[in-house]
């Protein structure tokens, strides 16, 4: 059984920085998709970004891409998410998720593992 634990968020004022990381254990997850959604209140799961096994596929929502950078150490079993140029309106929950076999990147279906999250607040 793996486990995902997400860290890095808080409050920050608009137009600053954060660092989310997230820590798998656990063998084989090492080796699964990895993908960050977030949950903003009143609102949908919506996805993030997504990177595979080795980052050869990354992919961004629309709202995040240039902004946004999810990047992977599969040696530590980690996974990052740097967030720059923040918005208010990214203000949610971040949760990480991890899947053996994602064909759809962007459907929280298609994940086996997630995290608890971790809250980011922006500033206006």
């Known amino acids: 059984q793996a486990q995902l634990v997400e860290s890095g968020g808080g409050l920050v004022q608009a137009g600053g920085s954060l660092r989310l990381q997230c820590a798998a254990s656990?063998?084989?997850?090492?080796?699964?998709?990895k993908a960050w959604f977030r949950q903003a209140p009143g609102k949908e799961l919506e996805f993030v970004a997504f990177?595979?096994?080795?980052?050869?596929?990354?992919y961004y929502s629309d709202s995040v891409r240039g902004r946004f950078a999810i990047y992977r150490d599969n040696a530590r079993n980690m996974v990052y998410l740097q967030m720059n140029s923040l918005k208010p309106e990214d203000t949610a929950v971040y949760y990480c998720?991890?899947?053996?076999?994602?064909?759809?990147?962007?459907?929280?279906?298609?994940?086996?593992?997630w995290g608890r999250g971790t809250q980011v607040t922006v500033s206006s």
């Open positions: 998720a991890a899947g053996q076999i994602v064909n759809t990147y962007y459907s929280e279906n298609e994940y086996d593992y």
């Open positions: 656990g063998d084989t997850v090492s080796t699964y998709a």
């Open positions: 990177s595979s096994w080795k980052g050869g596929n990354i």
